[in-house]
Nanobody
Framework: QVQLVESGGGLVQAGGSLRLSCAASGRTFRRYVMGWFRQAPGNERTFVAAINWNGGGIIYADSVKGRFVISRDNAKNTVYLQMNSLKPEDTAVYYC???????????????????WGQGTQVTVSS
């Protein structure tokens, strides 16, 4: 299994930026796909972005395309989510997740992800 710990959440005004980090341990980091999901109160957990083992395959949800950037540093066992031009509707708990069965093809389906972090709160004020 993999242990994941997110950090970097907080309160920001609309139009601002935040960078989330997710540190992984327990299994060779470069050998699996990483994703970010989010969950607002009363809503289901939804896909935000995912990246394959070397960054050559990336997918974004339409709602964040052009504003968020996912990246990874395999030497640091860390995946990042740079969030720019934040909107109040981006307010949610953000979770990173590991898809341990895939290395090349990224999935947007949360059922494909095996390990999850505890989440970090992002609040965007209007």
């Amino acid at each position: 299994q993999v242990q994941l710990v997110e950090s970097g959440g907080g309160l920001v005004q609309a139009g601002g930026s935040l960078r989330l980090s997710c540190a992984a341990s327990g299994r060779t980091f470069r050998r699996y796909v990483m994703g970010w999901f989010r969950q607002a109160p009363g809503n289901e957990r939804t896909f935000v972005a995912a990246i394959n083992w070397n960054g050559g395959g990336i997918i974004y949800a339409d709602s964040v395309k052009g504003r968020f950037v996912i990246s990874r540093d395999n030497a640091k066992n860390t995946v990042y989510l740079q969030m720019n031009s934040l909107k109040p509707e981006d307010t949610a708990v953000y979770y990173c997740a590991a898809d341990l069965r895939r290395i090349l093809v990224v999935s947007t389906n949360k059922e494909d992800y095996d390990s999850w972090g505890q989440g970090t709160q992002v609040t965007v004020s209007s």
